[in-house]
């Protein structure tokens, strides 16, 4: 269980990674950045290390990033309007994918 659980923690670290490498948005990959920051958290969590998982949700994904989110948000430009056209339909993908990996996560445990 617990190697299935670091490698889904370490799989999703590498996925908000590069999702935010890949953003036009800096808001978008500073969420991305906070995604990974707490698949990060989930890591240490897994290696018994419980106090740097707080603490790493603490001030990574919430002090820090609160002011990296807050700067960007202050010079973000204008948007132009061929972004504010495009399709979200990867949206409900998004939504779904974490759920899926907990209802998979809690089958493999309950067994």
Do not use: K
């Amino acid at each position: 269980m617990e190697a299935f659980l670091f490698w889904t923690c370490g799989a999703l670290m590498l996925l908000g990674g590069v999702m935010m490498v890949l953003q036009r948005s800096a808001v978008v990959a500073a969420l991305w950045l906070v995604f990974a920051f707490i698949a990060a958290s989930g890591i240490f969590a897994v290696l018994h290390a419980p106090f740097l998982a707080i603490m790493q949700v603490l001030v990574y994904a919430g002090a820090i990033m609160v002011l990296f989110l807050f700067v960007i948000m202050m010079l973000e430009g204008p948007v132009m309007p061929s972004e504010a056209r495009r399709p979200r339909w990867w949206i409900p993908l998004a939504a779904l994918v974490p759920a899926v990996v907990i209802l998979l996560a809690a089958i493999v445990w309950v067994q």
